[in-house]
């Protein structure tokens, strides 16, 4: 709902807190906040997927998102679309240069064999969880499941392709404090875990947390470097323009 | 890869010709071999495959290209599901290179890639959505329709992160054919797009062959 109250003053942290390594949450973001993900360690990994928490069959879409910009690495510019046409977030900012959204997730099967079995009775939370399981249990709380489950954002993980379209995975691509801001445009269901990429070749299975703040967004302005990215990214932002007017629900 | 098929048309147990625009509903048993024909070249034939005992079991583009190391489709290309399960095999290409990375058109994404006053142009995602709606025996809903592959449509990538929609690479006759290794529910939608020059703006019918 609208509230009367003042917004806090943009750049304000209104929350920050950390994802432990190889742990799953989902959250909503408000239109108008930021969610700051920060690779504490380097060579982090953010599994993510988006859905409109006012009607859910509304979520992330890789393929529309890469081909509207023409683009196959995600970074600063880029805005990560729905199915329907509109933006559920910007990357305002990103030192890293380079987020994967086509290479999937890790299932038991795969951290089993690449990194061995490390169960809950035997290591309690420094389980080997993998990133399949971790998005089933979150898509669960809001009554989804693996139908629902589309191409996820691996934040900070690279992964390339040759002129015959052969993978190869970026090693070192994210630093210590590397970092990625994502301003959402329309209120947002985030599911996430901080599971590893499955393509990553480390010998150990990598546990790598991710510190996170939600900030105050600045008002996007006439001449915002996302909106003004390419000329779909502007009628993107006209779609969710358009989507605002009807839904009564717009927080700024 | 380019890899011719021995198959005679003409021994075909089922043929049948998909105007762009229609969709193709239809069960391919195991072990039967299935032919998509571009009759007329650089047509894209958007397809999704579900398990027919149990649909939530479906095609996964991220799994496929994960798993066989490498973005495009050709022979040889095994095409996994969500759990990670062979669906089918690519056996026979004239074409060479299919995408899954591209997506299929939709009314709502046409706005973004072309204009805000195209949003009522027929797309492949509506033609879906029909398929669902008419054919409510297969139990399949909106929450089923995930990433496809687009047989005969070339989306190179670049080693620097580009991506572009290039010329088709396919043409008149041209074909692709696979082999299911379980009961599938193939489902194409023969695609109408009338925006993208990848197919000269001009969207023709491709024909399906099954043998057993």
């Known amino acids: ?252 | 890869m380019i890899k011719e098929s021995l198959l005679k048309k003409e021994n075909a147990i089922y043929s049948e010709v998909v105007p762009a625009g229609d969709y193709l509903l239809k069960v391919v048993k195991k072990g039967q071999t299935f032919r998509i024909l571009d009759s007329e070249g650089n047509q894209a034939a958007d397809t999704l495959f579900y398990n027919v005992d149990d649909p939530s079991e479906r095609y996964s583009a991220i799994d496929t290209i994960r798993e066989q190391g490498g973005l495009y489709l050709t022979a040889g290309s095994k095409l996994l599901s969500n759990e990670n399960n062979v669906m089918l095999e690519i056996v026979a290409d004239t074409c060479g290179r299919h995408d899954t990375i591209g997506g299929a058109c939709a009314t709502e994404s046409n706005t973004v890639r072309y204009a805000l006053e195209k949003k009522c142009m027929h797309a492949c995602r509506d033609s879906w959505m029909l398929a669902i709606a008419e054919n409510e025996e297969y139990g399949l809903s909106k929450r089923d329709i995930t990433h496809n592959i687009n047989f005969f449509m070339n989306v190179p990538v670049s080693e620097e992160g580009g991506l572009r929609f290039e010329d088709g690479i396919s043409a008149p006759g041209k074909y692709v054919e696979m082999k299911a290794y379980m009961d599938t529910i193939v489902l194409i939608s023969n695609c109408p797009q009338l925006n993208n020059p990848c197919n000269a703006y001009n969207p023709t019918p491709v024909e399906v062959l099954v043998w057993d």
Not at chain 1, 214 to 233: L, M, P, R
């Open chain 1, 1 to 252: 709902m609208t509230s009367l109250k003042k917004s806090p003053e943009a750049g304000t942290i209104l929350y920050e807190d950390t994802f432990s390594a190889a742990c799953h949450w989902s959250m909503q973001m408000r239109k108008g906040t930021v969610l700051k993900l920060i690779d504490v360690e380097g060579g982090a990994n953010a599994g993510m997927l988006f859905y409109n928490p006012t009607n859910l069959l509304e979520r992330y879409n890789a393929p529309d998102t890469l081909k509207c910009q023409h683009t196959f690495k995600l970074t600063k510019g880029n805005c990560l679309y729905s199915d329907m046409g509109r933006i559920f977030c910007s990357i305002t900012e990103d030192s890293v240069g380079w987020h994967d959204t086509v290479c999937g997730n890790t299932t038991k099967d795969m951290v089993k064999e690449k990194w061995g079995e490390k169960t809950y009775q035997d290591h309690h939370n420094d389980w080997n969880q993998n990133g399949y399981s971790s998005f089933l249990v979150e898509l669960a709380k809001y009554g989804l499941g693996k139908k629902d489950m589309a191409a996820n954002l691996n934040l900070f993980s690279a992964v390339s392709a040759d002129d015959d379209g052969v993978l190869k995975f970026a090693e070192g691509n994210s630093k210590a404090g590397d970092a990625i801001e994502l301003r959402f445009e329309m209120d947002t269901l985030v599911l996430l875990h901080t599971c590893p990429h499955p393509l990553n070749p480390a010998k150990e299975y990598p546990k790598k947390p991710i510190k996170y703040q939600i900030i105050q967004a600045a008002s996007v302005t006439e001449d915002d470097a996302c909106k003004n990215f390419c000329d779909e990214n502007k009628r993107g932002f006209k779609n969710n323009e358009i989507y605002h007017l009807g839904g009564g629900y717009s927080h700024d």
